[in-house]
């Protein structure tokens, strides 16, 4: 069975351009979770999915953040303009809410280094 | 809010030794679930063991095991015959199943030596 699967693995750009993070979930799994793990620190959640709908974007920066997931399976988080503070690890997850139990498989993430 | 502390920034030990990594949390909660995940250079966040908070047996996978002691909100996590491959940042988590989403600790760096 795949994993979550992301790209790019590292992204490079100058303060005040636009990027964006591409997220495939595992198949089946209806909740997309987006973190952002900063250096030396755990990672903190940004947004949540239940299938197409965002649950919890309470820690999302919306005035430079977005998210989408589109027909509730791939997922596209983006920044535009970004800032320095931006620099960090951008890691995706997904779970299959089944009972009590709600396991998050994560993926590989994106290193994003601002400059 | 919940609050994960992991008070061992780093640790050291030789192969094939056992090592433990200690966490605490803070909840007001009485349904929940605490996770261990690994981090290795590659950034890869690996599920190592899970534990439901209702659960009085502690969980045990493989040469992974836990001491849950729900009273003193304390999750150690115990790596026996430890091996070149458990080099990694390793993340004590909180889950409270009406927040959905996991409260990571700082991570305790596990260096193995041969």
């Known amino acids: 069975e795949a994993g979550v699967v992301q790209s790019p693995r590292y992204k490079i750009i100058e303060k005040k351009q636009p990027v964006a993070f591409w997220c495939n979930p595992i198949?089946?799994?209806?909740?997309l979770y987006w973190y952002r793990q900063n250096l030396g620190q755990g990672p903190e959640l940004l947004i949540r999915?239940?299938?197409?709908?965002?649950?919890?974007d309470s820690q999302l920066p919306k005035d430079r953040f977005s998210a989408e997931r589109l027909k509730g399976v791939d997922s596209t988080l983006k920044i535009q303009p970004a800032e320095l503070g931006d620099s960090a690890v951008y890691l995706c997850?997904?779970?299959?809410?089944?009972?009590?139990?709600?396991?998050?498989?994560f993926g590989p993430g994106t290193r994003l280094t601002v400059l | 809010a919940q609050t994960v502390t992991q008070s061992q920034p780093e640790m050291s030990v030789q192969e094939a030794e056992t090592v433990t990594l200690s966490c605490t949390y803070d909840?007001?909660?009485?349904?929940?679930?605490l996770f261990w995940y690994k981090q290795p250079p590659s950034r890869q966040m690996i599920l190592v063991i899970r534990?439901?908070?209702?659960?009085?047996q502690n969980a045990t996978e493989n040469r992974f095991s836990v001491n849950f002691q729900k009273a003193a909100k304390s999750f150690s996590l115990k790596i026996s015959d430890s091996q070149l491959g458990d080099t990694a940042m390793y993340f004590c988590?909180?889950?409270?199943?009406?927040?959905?989403?996991?409260?990571f600790g700082q991570g305790t760096r596990l260096t193995i030596n041969p």
């Open positions: 997850a997904s779970s299959l809410r089944a009972g009590g139990t709600d396991t998050q498989y």
């Open positions: 198949s089946g799994h209806n909740t």
């Open positions: 999915y239940e299938n197409e709908e965002a649950v919890d």
């Open positions: 909840t007001s909660e009485n349904n929940y679930y």
């Open positions: 534990q439901e908070a209702y659960k009085q």
């Open positions: 988590a909180f889950y409270r199943w009406g927040a959905q989403k996991l409260v």
